[in-house]
């Protein structure tokens, strides 16, 4: 599914096209999303300009004047930009359409994505409920330390829950706990204050630079501008069970840990 840096890369290939531009109409094929799209959807959005383009985790945030579009990828989801008219696709769900000529296009083939629409003053569950972002000075290996005590909980499930930190998903986790040589099913206060420490920061180089490659082609996943993320080909166990690992050649091993398909290497990996 899309992750946090394959939403920031759609967050920064749409911006260019929406920001300070005002939505001229909004076209909804299917309703049937993870929630239901609301019938009057498109006449709360249409006319309102869109002054900012945000993230928060795995969200995307349209700021108008009278309240915040909160749309998710989903499993499968992308938002693209479409700068000529192109006859939709099975899975295209909803089009907005800016007065600028351009179509933010919605293809959902899982369809458990979301466009929700909360007023000024109102307040969202989903996001109040979420810890820093991994990129923010408030996120760091002292806070993992400090949060893990005690628990038994596996490292990788510990890392990957939003309350902890937002947006370090599967694909990333995996990658970093690789660098940081910490084993996956270690338990989260089996971790020193040193290795968390280390852990953070390969958290943070992780995401930057899959930012910076436009995230990581799975499946379907394109980022605003309709171009693949090249992040998977530096990959070093996500996805590589039974090949031999990129440092010391041992078989890279496969173990599910908190319902997740999770690879490490037995050598490097402690």
Not at 4 to 25: K, Q, S, W
Not at 42 to 63: D, H, N, S, T, W
Request: proline share 6%.
């Amino acid at each position: 599914m899309p992750e946090l840096p394959e939403v920031e890369t759609t967050r920064r290939g749409l911006r260019a096209y929406c920001e300070g531009v005002a939505i001229a109409d909004v076209l909804v094929r299917d309703h049937r999303l993870r929630w239901p799209v609301r019938a009057d959807l498109p006449a709360i959005l249409r006319g309102q300009p869109v002054r900012r383009l945000e993230r928060r985790a795995k969200y995307l945030l349209f700021c108008l004047d009278h309240g915040t579009l909160l749309v998710h990828l989903g499993m499968s989801g992308s938002l693209r930009v479409l700068l000529e008219p192109q006859p939709a696709a099975r899975h295209d769900h909803i089009d907005i359409a800016l007065a600028n000529g351009a179509v933010l296009r919605y293809n959902d083939p899982r369809r458990f994505g979301s466009f929700q629409w909360f007023a000024s003053g109102e307040s969202c569950p989903a996001l109040s409920r979420l810890g820093p972002e991994p990129l923010s000075d408030a996120f760091d290996g002292a806070r993992l330390h400090r949060l893990s005590r005690k628990r038994r909980v596996a490292v990788k499930p510990f890392i990957m829950d939003g309350a902890t930190v937002v947006g370090v998903g599967n694909i990333y986790a995996s990658e970093a706990l690789y660098l940081a040589g910490i084993r996956p099913d270690r338990a989260a206060g089996r971790v020193s204050l040193a290795r968390y420490g280390q852990l953070a920061e390969h958290i943070k180089q992780v995401l930057t630079s899959a930012i910076e490659q436009g995230g990581t082609t799975l499946r379907d996943f394109v980022g605003g501008d309709g171009k693949p993320g090249y992040f998977a080909q530096q990959l070093f166990v996500y996805g590589r069970g039974g090949e031999p690992c990129k440092r010391c050649g041992t078989p890279l091993r496969d173990k599910v840990i908190g319902q997740r398909a999770s690879v490490y290497c037995i050598a490097c990996q402690r």
